[in-house]
């Protein structure tokens, strides 16, 4: 049975609560700051002309920086835009973003964390022997190691095409639980998932196992109840909230953690595009209609090095570092292939999981299939995505029928004819939101994980996904795609013109600032 109805509240009522709520107090703090930092700015612009000149000269400098600076040229057009038009107040506020010292401490905590696990993450040597001796299907695996990611090769894998097939399988894991159970999710919200999840999760914690939750504080915003991780503590859980909002204006709070990970005892781990809501298990039925997202079992020797990545991103708000070896496992499980985990964070200067999309498209043969909700990509990957179908690669990308983000859809649609007239071909999910993120290659090569075609997961939040290289699990998602395909109606030059002249030029609008938002 579902979960009953909530008792419908008045408006009056439902509207003075959000309006006392932490979170609008916190979002008109920031907005306050914002204003108040503009006003003293323009303020000193209009009365004070030897200021302005500075700041007109600082202008020019910025603008200076930003073109030397070694990032991405989307990025450094978005910032020149602003500092061009408003050279003031554009300064002043790339500034702002670039020197500010919590984000600073979060790059060393990064950086100390990295070189901890650098030390004892597992590494197989002989499964980088046999992966360096590859020819051509293995070459990013080379890459991963450097980035403290080696490859595995004791480790099986089960793809899941939907939630509701894996959430059995995580409540099982769970419910079979001795030691610890380790969780991690962009989105929390109430409902008959999370309810069998946490009724397993409080048994387990009351039995005396280690059991941990994160779930991120915007991704959770209009989810889960303010304060509702009190609630997950009473229960004996030991919960976190990552980044929760402050009043304090800080740009770190732009840079989510879009993880999706469950590891049970250090020898079966779960990731994927799921959250823990009820529309990833089609539990409900929303106005996107049916809710594709796919998910990967890890069993073995690979679920020590996600174990690792779960609690680097657990010790970030740890004044004492917790030890990573008492939870390592060393589990291993007969299979063939290889099988590598990886995380990408924004605070360095790697962008991790667009290394490997990157590589995929530079180096297939015959075809590369793509699964993915948004549709927000760099210069760097649409003219990959271009050349890859420009020299005889069966490109395709399977994007969703209903999308559940009416600005990324906008956004998304602007690629359209570019993307159609290299080559590249596209499909809409027709049942409804296709929320999976996975890339598939000549049967060869498949990623599967969190991470979206967009800025948000290729520059802004921390991510996490698993590489397979000739693996058993390949060919379970290529029956996927091919039963998905099925499912699809084609996106063509006539779907772009359908959308009008006035939102392909608000998609237009909205694309130039897509890197920062």
Known sequence: MGRPKAVQKSFWGTL?????????????????????????????????????????????????????????????????????????????????VRLQLGTRLIRRRIAASDAAAAEVRPRDESAVAAVRALAGGADVTGYLEKRGFPAYINTDCTYYRLG????????????????????????????????????????????????????????????????????????????????????????????????????????????????????????????????????????????????????????????????????????????????????????????????????ILNTARSYVYIMTPYLVIDSELKSALVYAAQRGVDVRILLPGQCDEPIAKTIGITYYRELLSGGVKLYAYAPGMLHSKVFLSDDEKAVVGTVNLDYRSLFLTFENAVYLCRHPAVGTVRADFEETFGLCRPITEATYKSYGVFKRIAGRIMRLFAPLV
Not at 38 to 58: M, R, T
Not at 211 to 225: C, E, F, H, I, T
Request: with cysteine; charged share 20%.
């Open 16 to 96: 003075g609560k959000l309006l006392l709520s932490k979170t609008t107090i916190v979002i008109l703090a920031l907005v306050a700051q914002a204003v108040l930092l503009i006003w003293l700015v323009i303020d000193l612009s209009q009365y004070a002309a030897y200021v302005y000149a500075g700041f007109l000269v600082l202008s020019a400098l910025v603008i200076l920086c930003i073109v030397n600076r070694d990032d991405n040229p989307d990025f450094r057009l978005v910032w020149m835009v602003p500092v061009a038009a408003l050279p003031v107040v554009g300064a002043v506020i790339y500034l702002f």
């Open 164 to 359: 509701d097939e894996m959430f059995p399988d995580i409540l099982r894991a769970v419910e079979g639980a001795r030691e610890f159970i380790f969780l991690e999710y962009f989105i929390l919200e109430e409902g008959e998932m999370w309810d069998a999840l946490f009724a397993l999760l409080r048994e387990k914690a009351a039995e005396g196992l280690d059991v941990r939750l994160m779930y991120d504080a915007v991704g959770s915003l209009s989810k889960a109840p303010p304060g509702y991780y009190k609630v997950i503590r009473a229960a004996g859980i030991r919960c976190k909230v990552f980044s929760p909002m402050s009043p304090i204006l800080s740009t770190h709070q732009n840079n989510r953690d879009h993880r999706k990970v469950c590891i049970v005892d250090g020898t079966v781990a779960f990731t994927g595009g799921i959250n823990i809501a009820d529309e990833y298990i089609n539990a409900v039925t929303r106005k996107c209609g049916h809710w594709k997202d796919c998910g990967l079992r890890v069993t073995g020797e690979a679920v020590d090095s996600m174990t690792v990545s779960y609690l680097q991103m657990w010790n970030l708000t740890e004044r004492r570092q917790e030890a990573f070896e008492p939870f390592l496992k060393k589990y291993f499980v007969p299979s063939g292939g290889f099988v590598v985990p990886y995380t990408d964070q924004p605070f360095d200067a790697y962008n991790v999981c667009r290394a490997v999309y990157l590589d």
